[in-house]
């Protein structure tokens, strides 16, 4: 077998020829490395199913911690340590109103990046 056939399906090229002008087009206009990492931090935050499912319940419907632990059987503790986690990272936003505290999809890119998930799934 020889050696470029070692890579687990994975197709390499059979010469090593540079295209040059497409490279000076993605250096150009790929953005700084610090933004790349924090953009993979953002997609960590959304590899976790319960925030997922968090975030779905919210693309639905403005609700509160309880409603949240109610419609996916989990406990309130557990609901709000998630949704900690994703309002530190600009994904839910909160608003009080009397002794309740409503949750809400912190903005449309946030419902467009679900949408867009599911989307691709369902291909």
């Known amino acids: ?10 197709e390499c090229c059979e010469v090593h020829e540079l ?7 993605v250096k150009d ?11 993979a931090e953002l997609f960590k935050v959304f590899g976790d199913s319960t925030r997922i499912r968090i975030l779905y319940v919210l693309f639905e419907a403005e609700v509160c911690v309880c409603d949240i632990a ?13 949704l ?4 530190q990272s600009k994904l839910v936003k909160a608003r009080r109103e009397g002794k309740s505290i409503f949750y ?11 949408e867009k998930g599911l989307e691709h799934i369902e291909e």
Do not use: F, R, Y
């Open 70 to 82: 109610d419609a996916l059987g989990m406990t309130q503790s557990a609901i709000s340590h998630q």
């Open 29 to 39: 206009t790929m953005p700084p490395e610090d933004e790349l990492i924090e953009l």
């Open 104 to 114: 809400s999809l912190a903005d449309d890119h946030v419902a467009m990046i679900i």
């Open 19 to 25: 295209h040059t002008d497409l490279l000076k087009k």
């Open 1 to 10: 077998m020889s050696e470029h056939n070692h890579n687990h399906g994975v």
């Open 84 to 87: 900690k986690i994703l309002k």
